[in-house]
């Protein structure tokens, strides 16, 4: 058998890392015969006995070999311990044994757990954070409101998931260009504009220019029921507006300055900031020539008067880009969008938050990007996610159907927390209890959604989600606090001396290992662009501090061992900070 490459080996053993065990797997499979690499797992065993990491390569190679699992699982261990034993104390592995029916089990030496903790009180709130995506751009659409209507539960999901996806990629080192592409086109506002100019409640409009705004166009089309003409001069309002006709432009303008304030002011409770607010008005000068270019290609035909992009060999209905009144459609917006982010911006990836509804959508956007030389395979993502589902399981609205405004579902998270602060913590002040209430009802609605799988439909359970006992932000911030709590009693807060070696029992080893695998969680949460894998890392986290903190002794224990645990706990803090900021929770130092 050959001698797997010593660089790799001395990398793998210098910083164990799930992908270092997965090259190096790979290699010893060569050395096996195996030129076709199958796919296997590298993850985390699900119990502590069975060591740092796991996988079920050997399980995998068997079939291929036609042998026994054990026996290969065998002789990929003989490999990696006979490299091993050739680096003497410079290995950190301690154990890598075979399991039936053939999983691979690698265990650490306890020391390589313990000197991350040096690591993570001297990065504090860099660690976690990566140059993995260094010189790489990567274009992250997500919200995307109209203008002139209220934001409403539905965007929820879009903005708050594709924020947490910015900043996961931001750690990582890649340069991120996060994107509004508001609705500020179409022919709504010809329907706008015309009720603007003829049905305006003035003395509304200045005490709440979005709910008079929302009021208009309801009112213009119970009136066009009743008289179609209005329908008509709506059309003419529009062709003004997109001839450029100044007074419809102005009016326009105005509708996209005040519904921005109105967003903004939403943003800001949530905590989001969005790079670039570029809706499908910035396209427009550019879809007479995407239009032209995919004719003069050959990519675009003419159809029954309108223009198409055939994808029928691709199993995908025709992508139309010019409607048989000339007029253009969202996809060639689009369209116009995708070649614009890779052209100004060099994108390395261009990634869409929205709904699985527009699953269709997008798979003929990116073939007709493909096709159209804009992009390549796989440079443009689809990252869809479900449905809000009221605690009964239907979609979340009012009793009388209507959709449930944002703001109105912030208000309710923030008042609920506010009771709770009020009964837990009577004493604070009014200022303390704004404080927490805001952080623990926003912080609430986000985990909500974020520790759910994206792809899945979620449902909204006040108690639940305001629990401080359950899988919940408020347990998470909870336990952040408590940690403050425990540091500000020890008055070690200006530092201390740290002995990791001390950390040597079951539970404390148990909370190292949640510590040192960080940066891999984030990793995983980046490439699937699933960020419930970093808040069900949190709350196993939590779990571990609290099951420690209930059965150890920490500002009892004798000097030196109770600064080794004030180290490991101020690690844990730093940690759940670091993990609930890439969610956008806030923590609080107290509770």
């Known amino acids: 058998m050959r001698m797997v490459a010593k660089e790799v080996l001395f990398k793998i053993l210098g910083y164990m890392h799930k992908k270092q065990i997965h090259d190096l797997i790979e290699k010893v499979l060569k050395d096996l015969g195996i030129s076709q690499m199958p796919s296997f797992s590298v993850s985390y065993p699900p119990e502590a006995k069975f060591g740092d990491y796991t996988t079920n390569a050997a399980l995998i190679a068997a079939k291929i070999l036609k042998k026994a699992p054990m026996e290969?699982?065998?002789?990929?261990?003989?490999?990696?311990?006979?490299?091993?034993?050739?680096?003497?104390?410079?290995?950190?592995?301690?154990?890598?044994?075979?399991?039936?029916?053939?999983?691979?089990?690698?265990?650490?030496?306890?020391?390589v757990i313990q000197k991350n903790l040096a690591n993570i009180l001297k990065q504090k709130d860099k660690y976690g954070s990566s140059k993995a995506g260094k010189g790489k751009v990567v274009v992250i659409d997500y919200s995307q409101p109209n203008i002139a209507k209220r934001m409403h539960v539905g965007h929820l999901?879009?903005?708050?998931?594709?924020?947490?996806?910015?900043?996961?990629?931001?750690?990582?080192?890649?340069?991120?260009?996060?994107?509004?592409?508001?609705?500020?086109?179409?022919?709504?506002?010809?329907?706008?504009?015309?009720?603007?100019?003829?049905?305006?409640?003035?003395?509304?409009?200045?005490?709440?220019?979005?709910?008079?705004?929302?009021?208009l166009y309801v009112d213009f089309n119970?009136?066009?029921?009743?008289?179609?003409?209005?329908?008509?001069?709506?059309?003419?309002?529009?062709?003004?507006?997109?001839?450029?006709?100044?007074?419809?432009?102005?009016?326009?303008k105005y509708f996209v300055r005040e519904s921005m304030k109105?967003?903004?002011?939403?943003?800001?409770?949530?905590?989001?900031?969005?790079?670039?607010?570029?809706g499908e008005s910035f396209y427009q000068p550019m879809l007479k020539g995407v239009i032209s270019e995919a004719l003069e290609k050959g990519i675009a035909i003419h159809s029954q008067g309108a223009v198409i992009i055939p994808l029928d060999k691709y199993n995908l209905p025709p992508f139309m880009i010019r409607k048989t009144d000339g007029a253009t459609l969202y996809g060639t917006t689009d369209l116009a969008a995708v070649k614009y982010r890779v052209n100004k911006w060099k994108a390395d990836k261009i990634i869409y938050v929205v709904a699985n509804e527009q699953a269709g959508h997008f798979q003929q956007l990116f073939k007709a990007g493909e096709l159209m030389g804009y992009i390549k395979g796989g440079i443009a993502e689809h990252v869809k996610f479900g449905m809000v589902l009221g605690a009964d399981g239907k979609k979340f609205s009012t009793?009388?159907?209507?959709?449930?405004?944002?703001?109105?579902?912030?208000g309710e998270a923030i008042g609920r927390a506010r009771k709770i602060v009020e009964e837990k913590n009577p004493k604070l002040s009014n200022r303390e209890k704004e404080k927490i209430a805001k952080a623990v009802g926003i912080g609430a609605i986000k985990y909500n959604d974020l520790s759910q799988n994206r792809l899945t439909d979620i449902t909204f359970n006040w108690d639940?989600?305001?629990?401080?006992?359950?899988?919940?932000?408020?347990?998470?911030?909870?336990?952040?606090?408590?940690?403050?709590?425990?540091?500000?009693?020890?008055?070690?807060?200006?530092?201390?001396?740290?002995?990791?070696?001390?950390?040597?029992?079951?539970?404390?080893?148990?909370?190292?290992?949640?510590?040192?695998i960080f940066d891999e969680i984030i990793e995983r949460a980046g490439q699937e662009r699933m960020p419930n894998i970093i808040a069900d890392y949190i709350y196993k986290l939590a779990n571990s501090f609290n099951a420690f903190y209930e059965n150890v002794p920490v500002l009892g224990a004798e000097k030196d061992v109770r600064f080794a645990r004030l180290g490991l706990i101020s690690g844990v803090a730093i940690v759940i900070k670091n993990g609930l900021k890439l969610l956008g929770i806030e923590t609080l130092e107290r509770m």
Request: proline letters at 2%.
């Open 72 to 111: 290969i699982g065998e002789k990929i261990v003989s490999s990696i311990k006979y490299q091993v034993s050739s680096m003497g104390k410079k290995g950190i592995i301690r154990k890598i044994e075979v399991a039936p029916p053939g999983f691979i089990n690698f265990t650490l030496k306890p020391e």
């Open 157 to 215: 999901r879009s903005t708050i998931i594709g924020q947490a996806i910015y900043d996961i990629y931001k750690l990582e080192g890649y340069k991120i260009k996060g994107v509004n592409h508001i609705g500020d086109w179409g022919t709504h506002f010809g329907k706008l504009i015309y009720a603007y100019k003829n049905f305006i409640d003035k003395k509304a409009l200045k005490e709440n220019f979005i709910q008079e705004m929302n009021r």
């Open 222 to 252: 119970a009136r066009a029921k009743e008289d179609e003409k209005l329908n008509d001069y709506a059309r003419e309002e529009t062709k003004k507006f997109q001839e450029g006709g100044k007074e419809n432009v102005k009016i326009w």
């Open 262 to 278: 109105e967003f903004d002011r939403i943003y800001k409770i949530i905590g989001v900031k969005i790079d670039y607010t570029l």
């Open 399 to 410: 009793r009388e159907g209507k959709v449930i405004l944002l703001e109105d579902l912030l």
């Open 464 to 516: 639940r989600m305001l629990d401080f006992r359950g899988n919940s932000a408020p347990y998470l911030q909870y336990a952040y606090a408590r940690i403050k709590s425990i540091l500000r009693k020890s008055k070690a807060s200006k530092g201390f001396k740290l002995d990791s070696k001390l950390l040597k029992n079951e539970k404390e080893l148990a909370v190292l290992r949640q510590l040192a």
